[in-house]
């Protein structure tokens, strides 16, 4: 039997990221991708596709995972989806100075997975398998109510914080996001 996982998907509701103008899409793809390197996860880059453009502009995909061993019995697993359509590039004049960025429609899709006993300490009988549903349901499942899954699901509302600041989203923050005072 497998260890047990959590998975966003099924569990809490993770809006998307939608967004069309003008940004930095360079800018935007290092920061997003030094931010899971910052927050302490494996970058992973499973997937990129780029289509020939058309009169409209190129589309472009992206897939990335990443994941973080929290402690003996967690580890974080985060998975993320780009897109851009009618990708192309525009200069514009910001303060006084020529910039070359991008024009494009652009979907952002997160979501995460908290897994438990990653190291399979409970793996193997039908006993220890009991042990293990025992262990999560009365041992540890308020840290994992409260702390794990909890604080994963706040870490994803802060990565999407760092896209909406790079694509300067009027609501940069999120309904989350913690007094910092």
Not at 154 to 163: P, S, T, V
């Amino acid at each position: 039997m497998s260890p047990k996982t959590i998975d966003y998907r099924n569990a809490r509701y993770i809006p998307a990221i939608k967004f069309e103008g003008i940004f930095d899409m360079n800018s935007l793809l290092k920061k997003m991708r030094a931010w899971i390197i910052a927050n302490w996860f494996e970058f992973h880059e499973t997937s990129v596709k780029h289509k020939v453009p058309t009169p409209e502009g190129a589309e472009q995909e992206f897939e990335w995972w990443g994941v973080r061993k929290v402690n003996d019995y967690v580890k974080y697993h985060l998975d993320i989806f780009i897109k851009f359509w009618n990708l192309h590039d525009v200069e514009v004049v910001r303060e006084g100075q020529k910039k070359k960025l991008q024009s494009a429609k652009l979907l952002v899709e997160t979501t995460g997975r908290v897994q438990l006993d990653w190291s399979d300490r409970f793996g193997g009988s039908q006993f220890l398998q009991n042990l293990a549903d025992f262990y999560n349901t009365y041992i540890v499942k308020k840290s994992i109510d409260m702390v794990w899954t909890d604080k994963f699901y706040y870490d994803i509302y802060r990565f999407h914080q760092l896209i909406k600041e790079q694509l300067d989203f009027e609501t940069k923050s999120n309904a989350y996001e913690m007094d910092q005072a």
